[in-house]
């Protein structure tokens, strides 16, 4: 829903990003102003070594811009498929503990992401994983549902999948599925659990029933 820029802090020659949001487009795309507010109270109470880092936020006329740690080592979903069958288990534990690292830093913080994958969490230069977009992220007090269906379906776990008729809503253990479904995926060479043809197996998805029969990945 923003551009985001590669920037240098002229007085400490620091690198960080900008993510620009457009005021005039927001409404349409259905972002309110309180979801960006939203957004930024969050990043700001969770601090963590796997999770980028909001440095600054500000505004102009037109735009929003929120500061962020800056990490060049791509999108960890282009890495996952480029290491693909060569993927070793040890590099797939190392991510996954990263990975599970990051979202018990926000349970602990009573916070839900809501949109765990692989393509959003960030390398750093020093190949740490940085979970980045928090545009769906929201505080979740202990003992509270949420049914709202949102997130990426692929990710989503079954009750959220089941929303609105046969489910009473969801917890910060979606998060929880979605980390699974990504440790799937580094264990078979980037193979997705539920997905084929493009299309989600939506029987295999809601009966949690994964195909560990194959040969692939470090599994082989």
Known sequence: FGTVWRAVDRQTDEVVAIKQLDKAT???KGIRREDIEREMTVMQAVVHENITRLLASFEDYNSIYLV?????????GDKVKEKGMN???TEAA??????????????????CHRDIKPDNFMVS??????????????????????????GTPAFMAPEQHRLPRHSRGYT???????AGVTMYM??????????????IDERRLLNGEMDFNVSQGFLS
């Open 26 to 28: 927001m409404p349409r």
């Open 68 to 76: 962020l740690e800056y990490c060049d080592g791509g999108d960890f």
């Open 87 to 89: 993927l070793r288990e």
């Open 94 to 111: 190392e991510w996954m503990w990263q990975i599970m690292s990051a979202i018990a830093a926000l349970h602990g913080k009573n916070v």
């Open 125 to 150: 230069s020093e190949g740490v994983l940085k979970l980045s977009d928090f545009g769906l992220a929201l505080f979740l007090p202990p003992g509270r549902l949420l049914t709202e269906k949102c």
């Open 172 to 178: 910060n253990l979606c998060d929880v599925w979605a």
């Open 186 to 199: 580094l264990m078979l060479g980037g193979r997705h659990p539920f997905l084929g043809n493009g299309k």
